[in-house]
């Protein structure tokens, strides 16, 4: 195999002779055209549809004209094209155009005039992008809803929550896992964000200057189901920013998912022994038969590292090129784009798998409080304000009991009243009631219950933030929705246009196969078509007001 072998003449331009080498098709042109009949042909279907429809809007081509393409166009599948180097350069443009054209019982001349694979590619792209990042938020949704659930079912539960690697103070699981449930929500409206900021159409844009003819791209943005068209033509076919922002999101979220594994794993250990997961989620050791092991924990974590290796390959590859169309930004930075989404696609599903399954055990998490002097804390609040000391002297007072009780082997409840005098009378301080500080201090369940500030560990506290925090996945779900009912509107309004009386193509679809999963809730029902306003980021970074049916 060589580099210099060349194909028949591919008449598809006259500046070069021939096609594509092997070596050239075999490395680079025939794996690049066998991801894109995979994963891009239906949005490149899709868009030389509307294209066919702006010519007909022109009076360049005929409605039948257009018809017809638009057919052929339906015909298309996975299977159907194939890398020729000598007859469409194995490029999936071409190879698409020369499918039609073959088909057209006459040449349809005006079709394809003043246009360039340029904003088509680009625009193809972004549309998959878009697909890729709704799919995983539907992922995402559902883990919110697992972490949700299971953060409702133990918000009552004492366990020992844990500071610089040190038992610290009573809080619950469901505490804990709201936490995470909140990270997940910040990341949802990250993603939306990103979403809005990438819903720009770079169709129309034409090589990097703009077009000759009026493409009207407004309508084109429509049709692909883009809220609006990216305004600069040179943004359109140079920028690849949305691969390297949503990269970013999915690199911040595996970091924080990686956080949440590693307490899951800590508590999962033999020394705490606070979760069970079922043997299906669980591994053996082949030496040690005593041991029962979480393997899938430490592949969650494992998994996310990869998130940051894939958003440095985006980087690397955009990285001192120049502002313009250019394959190694368009094809070969974005190489491991989908290895991304579908590492953190499984990522979500393993760890929502886990919290849908894990099990708290409730004896251990309670050993572990009533053990812990974990109520030192709630010791020198009530020194100070019931008994009168100076903070810091309380703070000091509270420390040397705890270090006295420890030595004498005395548990943190009932505690030794002794103990707290003379650490008391140490600084010249006589306590009225040092048998009732104590009492109250390290009572397990009032160190939930004293903690009575907005977002504490209280459990009414955290069932109120879980109720907010339902009505804004509920919302999420229904701002996913909108994205997804402005896709379908445009390629119904794109049928409408192409085959009018004749009825809707049956072609593939030109947006995701299904919306995004509900959160805890239910998604939103279907009614009658309206418009909300979002802020989103184009491409060269202006806030650009969105609109989107729903």
């Given amino acids: 195999m060589t580099s210099d072998t060349p194909g028949p003449a591919p008449e598809l331009s006259g500046r070069i002779r021939g096609g594509p080498g092997e070596l050239l098709h075999d490395e680079v042109l025939a794996p690049q055209f066998g991801f894109e009949s995979r994963h891009l042909l239906r949005h490149y279907v899709a868009i030389e549809k509307t294209l066919a429809a702006e010519y007909v809007r022109m009076d360049l081509i005929t409605a039948e004209e257009a018809h017809r393409i638009a057919a052929l166009l339906d015909s298309v599948g996975p299977d159907t094209l194939s890398a020729q180097p000598g007859a469409n350069m194995s490029d999936i443009a071409f190879a698409l155009e020369r499918h039609v054209e073959a088909g057209l019982p006459d040449p349809v001349v005006r079709w394809h005039a003043d246009r360039s694979r340029n904003d088509l ?23 919110g809803s697992a972490v949700h659930r299971l953060a409702e079912e133990t918000c009552h539960l004492p366990m020992p929550g844990y500071t610089h690697f040190q038992a610290a ?32 159409s770079p169709l129309g844009a034409g090589a990097m200057a703009g077009q000759e003819l009026p493409w009207d791209r407004d309508r084109m943005a429509r049709l692909l189901g883009f809220s609006r068209p990216q305004p600069h033509a040179l943004t359109a076919v140079a920028s690849r920013r949305w691969s390297a922002e949503l990269t970013a999101e999915l690199s ?24 069970e997961l079922p043997d299906e989620l669980s591994g053996i050791s082949s030496a040690m038969p005593q041991k029962k092991n979480y393997p899938v924990l430490e592949r969650i974590r494992g998994r996310t590292a990869h998130l940051t290796a894939f958003h440095f390959d985006v980087l690397l590859g955009q990285r001192n090129t120049p502002f313009c169309n250019l394959v190694e930004v ?60 100076p903070w810091r002297t309380a703070q000091v007072v509270a420390g040397k009991y705890v270090v006295l009780a420890a030595t004498a082997g005395a548990a943190p409840a009932p505690g030794e009243p002794a103990l707290l005098a003379e650490a008391a009378a140490g600084h010249g301080i006589t306590l009225t009631a040092p048998a009732r500080l104590l009492a109250e201090a390290f009572d397990v369940d009032r160190g939930l219950e004293r903690m009575v500030s907005a977002g504490s560990a209280r459990p009414e506290a955290v069932r109120a933030v879980l109720h907010t925090q339902r009505e804004t996945y509920e919302r999420l779900a229904a701002d996913w929705e909108l994205r997804a009912a402005a896709i379908r509107a445009g390629a119904e309004e794109g049928d409408r246009a192409l085959h009018g009386a004749t009825g809707p193509a049956t072609g593939p679809a ?33 806030r650009t007001r969105v609109r989107h049916a729903h």
């Avoid at 992008?129 to 539907?138: E, P, S």
């Avoid at 979220?253 to 022994?273: K, M, P, Q, V």
């Avoid at 979500?348 to 309670?366: G, I, S």
């Fill in 169 to 200: 103070q009573i809080i619950t699981p469901g505490f804990h896992l709201a936490a995470l449930s909140e990270h997940l929500l910040h990341t949802h409206a990250r993603l939306l964000n990103a979403y809005d900021g990438i819903d720009a």
């Fill in 121 to 143: 590619q680009a625009c193809a792209q972004v549309m998959y992008g878009r697909d890729q990042l709704t799919r995983f938020a539907a992922a995402l949704l559902e883990l």
């Fill in 510 to 542: 030109t947006g995701p196969a299904t919306g995004p999963a509900t959160g805890p809730a239910t998604g939103p029902a279907t009614g009658p078509v309206t418009a909300t306003e979002t802020e989103g980021e184009d491409g060269d970074g202006t």
């Fill in 252 to 275: 911040l979220l595996g970091t924080a998912l990686s956080r949440f594994t590693t307490d899951l794993l800590t508590w999962g250990g033999s020394e705490y022994g606070f979760i």
């Fill in 330 to 389: 368009s094809k070969e930075a974005g190489t491991h784009l989908l290895n991304a989404f579908d590492s953190a696609h499984g990522t979500v599903r393993l760890l929502t798998e886990v919290l849908r399954r894990l099990t708290f055990r409730a004896d251990r998490m309670r050993q572990v409080c009533e053990r812990e002097f974990l109520g030192g804390f709630s010791l020198a609040n009530a020194l100070c304000l019931t008994e009168g000391v």
